[in-house]
């Protein structure tokens, strides 16, 4: 009886170690979010034309989401954005269509690929004043790579979340 009583206290006292684990790295890890956040809010980033604008405004949105692996609000954000979208007719509106109807954050994290691809041109071409850094992943999509842009040169993964969350470098900077 005595050898159960003991096995049943290690066990507790394993569990109880885990858990602290556990959450001490979910906290390390809400705390990175919240510091990319705030340097995100430090460089304000303006372009000259209205669309483009709102487009970078949801793709970072969508882009925190990735990163914290958040299906659902990436899905929510999707639809925001094709809610308030003021033009429906282009292919930055059908890749949120996409986003919105994706049910796993795989698909989704393709999606967003996508749009750094279109948006590319736009956001170079409208910049006005600020900082966005382009940003690689050379593993993302079975190590074909995969790029995005930020406010922070701080790397925060879309396409691996906390799996690889610091996998990537800046790769230019673009800036006026």
């Not at 979910?26 to 809010?41: A, F, I, L, P, Y």
């Not at 483009?52 to 914290?68: M, P, R, S």
């Not at 509106?93 to 041109?121: G, P, T, W």
Request: charged share 25%; net charge negative.
């Amino acid at each position: 009886m005595r050898k159960i009583y003991i096995l049943l206290n290690l066990v507790c006292i394993l569990s109880l170690i885990a858990c602290q684990e556990n959450a001490k790295k979910t906290g390390t890890s809400s705390e990175k979010t919240e510091v990319n956040t705030k340097n995100n809010e430090t460089n304000i980033v303006d372009f000259e034309d209205n669309q483009t604008q709102t487009d970078f405004k949801y793709y970072l949105a969508l882009q925190e989401q990735l990163v914290a692996s958040h299906t659902e609000k990436s899905n929510a954000i999707a639809e925001e954005y094709i809610q308030n979208a003021i033009n429906k007719d282009t292919e930055v509106f059908e890749i949120y269509q996409a986003v919105s109807n994706a049910s796993d954050i795989e698909a989704m994290r393709e999606h967003f690929f996508k749009l750094s691809i279109v948006l590319e041109q736009e956001i170079d071409k409208q910049l006005n004043s600020g900082t966005i850094y382009k940003i690689n992943c050379p593993m993302a999509f079975n190590n074909g790579g995969g790029f995005w842009f930020s406010k922070s040169e701080e790397v925060l993964n879309p396409y691996f979340g906390d799996k690889m969350l610091r996998c990537g470098s800046v790769m230019a900077t673009l800036k006026k």
